[in-house]
């Protein structure tokens, strides 16, 4: 199978998952964006309301997050932070 990226900001993002990532190829990026994508139950609104927490918008979408998503969450977040900081100093 092929698969076209016509969109610039969707192949940067891309590229840089798989750089910074804990992706080895793009299947293996493909294989967890879709199974984070994995078709569930439709929210509601009230599941889709941001309430502020400890000064911070947060989301309630009622399914409950692994403490292995949050971890890559965490860790993918301070990767792209520290990535935008070079240099910045």
């Known amino acids: 199978m092929t698969i ?3 969109r ?3 192949e940067a993002l891309i ?6 990532g ?3 190829d793009i299947q293996d990026l493909l294989l967890d964006a ?3 994508a994995a078709p569930r139950e439709p929210a509601t609104l009230e599941a889709r309301r941001f ?5 911070f918008p947060v ?5 409950p997050m692994t403490s292995t998503v ?3 969450t965490l860790a993918a977040i301070r990767r792209e932070r520290d990535f935008a900081n070079l240099g910045r100093i």
Do not use: K, N
Request: proline letters at 6%; a negative charge; zero cysteines.
């Open 8 to 10: 610039p900001e969707l």
């Open 70 to 72: 949050a971890d890559d």
């Open 59 to 63: 989301l309630h979408t009622g399914v």
């Open 51 to 55: 309430e502020i927490e400890d000064g």
């Open 34 to 36: 879709l199974a984070a």
């Open 15 to 20: 590229e840089s998952r798989l750089q910074y």
């Open 4 to 6: 076209e990226i016509t």
């Open 22 to 24: 804990p992706f080895q």
